[in-house]
């Protein structure tokens, strides 16, 4: 596609529940980044695809959150059991190779998730 | 470890007036640094880097030099235009890790 799309742009769950989101990165981008922005916080890194494998899951910060890729494309961010300090934007980046820390990252628009 | 402190938002300017938003970083190596900018109802979006020490990276009238000895990266602009009403986030990456790191943001109002 022309960008990155992440889908649902907005997202209100009650908490307790699971939450699926997805994000496509542009076509034959390789590399897979999801970041969260709390309100008035800076953007806090999850996680890091290469190809399907994530050679860095440092950034989730608990079991709850689970995030996959498959084909080299499309990847989903699960939240198991959500609670209210999950509320956030969500967003997803992606980048031709990965790895390099000059590369231009191609940022999505973001999942505004609300956990009441 | 690897951080970037950016200056706290929000910063309001009238139209073309300077622009300075502060930027340092703590980092073990040598990274290459961003300024990415992120208009309203828009994603982030790459708006200039450096890549090494004394390097200005330069764009749409902003520009930002690689300060080593000061571990800072200040964004600068001349004359700031009411389209420049943005966030702005300061941002590091080193070439043995696979995640930029970002800073908290700034918001800048730019009124006409």
């Known amino acids: 596609g022309a960008g990155v799309s992440q889908s649902p742009s907005n997202k209100v769950t009650e908490k307790g529940k699971d939450v699926e989101l997805r994000c496509d990165p542009i076509?034959?981008?390789?590399?897979l980044y999801w970041y969260r922005q709390r309100l008035g916080q800076g953007l806090e890194f999850l996680i890091y695809?290469?190809?399907?494998?994530?050679?860095?899951k440092s950034g989730l910060p608990s079991d709850r959150f689970s995030a996959e890729r498959t084909g080299e494309s499309v990847s989903t961010l699960t939240i198991q059991r959500t609670q209210q300090e999950d509320s956030a934007v969500y967003l997803c980046?992606?980048?031709?190779?990965?790895?390099?820390?000059?590369?231009?990252?191609?940022f999505g628009s973001g999942t505004q998730l609300s956990v009441l | 470890g690897n951080s970037v402190t950016q200056m706290e938002g929000p910063v309001t300017l009238s139209e073309e007036a300077f622009l300075t938003i502060n930027c340092t970083y703590t980092?073990?190596?040598?990274?290459?640094l961003f300024w990415y900018v992120q208009y309203p109802g828009e994603g982030l979006q790459l708006l200039l880097k450096?890549?090494?020490?004394?390097d200005k990276g330069s764009n749409k009238g902003f520009e930002a030099t690689y300060r080593k000895e000061t571990t800072s990266f200040h964004l600068e602009k001349g004359s700031v235009q009411v389209s420049d009403s943005a966030v702005y986030f300061c941002?590091?990456?080193?070439?043995?890790?696979?995640?930029?790191?970002f800073g908290k943001g700034t918001r800048l109002h730019i009124l006409p």
């Open positions: 941002a590091l990456g080193l070439n043995r890790d696979d995640k930029i790191i």
């Open positions: 695809f290469q190809g399907n494998s994530a050679p860095d």
């Open positions: 450096a890549t090494k020490a004394d």
């Open positions: 980046a992606s980048s031709l190779t990965g790895g390099l820390a000059n590369e231009k990252l191609f």
């Open positions: 076509s034959g981008h390789t590399a």
């Open positions: 980092a073990t190596g040598y990274p290459s």
